[in-house]
C-alpha cells in the first residue's frame, strides 16, 4: 500500500528489480495507491511496463488497513510481504531475508519505524497482520 509516495517510487522498483533478479524466486509485486493526491499515479504509469507489477488504484484513501486487504484480494502467491518505500533497510538484508523465509517456509514480520507509532497502533497492526495471514494462509 502507498500514499503519496512520489519521492521513494523509483528507488522502491529498482530495489524490487534487483530483488528479484538476485532471489531467483518469482516475485509478484503490487502497488496499491491509496488516492495519492501528489504525483504518484503518473509516476507510476511512467515505470510500469506491462506484467512487471500489478496496480491496484484507490479511488477513495481507504488507508493502510483497507489498501493492504484489497491487495491482498490480487495476490496469487504463498507468502506475503509489505515492502517498506523507504529505505529503511538495506538491498542485502532484504534478499536474505526474503530467501531464509522461503527456505525455512517460515511465517515473519518485518518491522521498521522511522516515527515513534502509538502503542496501540503497532498492535493493531500486528493483529490485522496476524488476521490475515491466518485468513489468507499466508
Excluded: W
Amino acid at each position: 500500500p502507498g500514499f503519496n509516495e512520489e519521492k521513494n517510487l523509483v528507488s522502491l522498483f529498482k530495489r524490487i528489480s534487483i530483488i528479484k533478479k538476485k532471489t531467483k524466486i518469482d516475485i509478484e509485486t503490487i502497488y496499491v495507491n491509496d488516492a495519492s493526491t501528489d504525483n504518484t499515479i503518473n509516476i507510476i504509469k511512467k515505470i510500469h511496463k506491462p506484467r512487471s507489477f500489478k496496480l491496484v488504484n484507490n479511488f477513495k484513501n481507504l488507508g493502510f488497513g483497507g489498501s493492504f486487504i484489497k491487495g491482498l484480494k490480487y495476490a496469487n502467491g504463498e507468502y506475503i510481504m509489505i515492502f517498506p518505500g523507504e529505505d529503511v533497510y538495506t538491498t542485502t538484508s532484504l534478499i536474505q531475508f526474503i530467501k531464509f523465509g522461503v527456505k525455512n517456509r517460515a511465517t515473519m514480520s518485518i518491522y521498521s519505524n522511522k516515527e515513534f507509532r502509538h502503542p496501540l497502533r503497532r498492535l493493531i497492526t500486528f493483529l490485522i497482520s496476524k488476521l490475515c495471514n491466518l485468513i489468507f494462509k499466508k
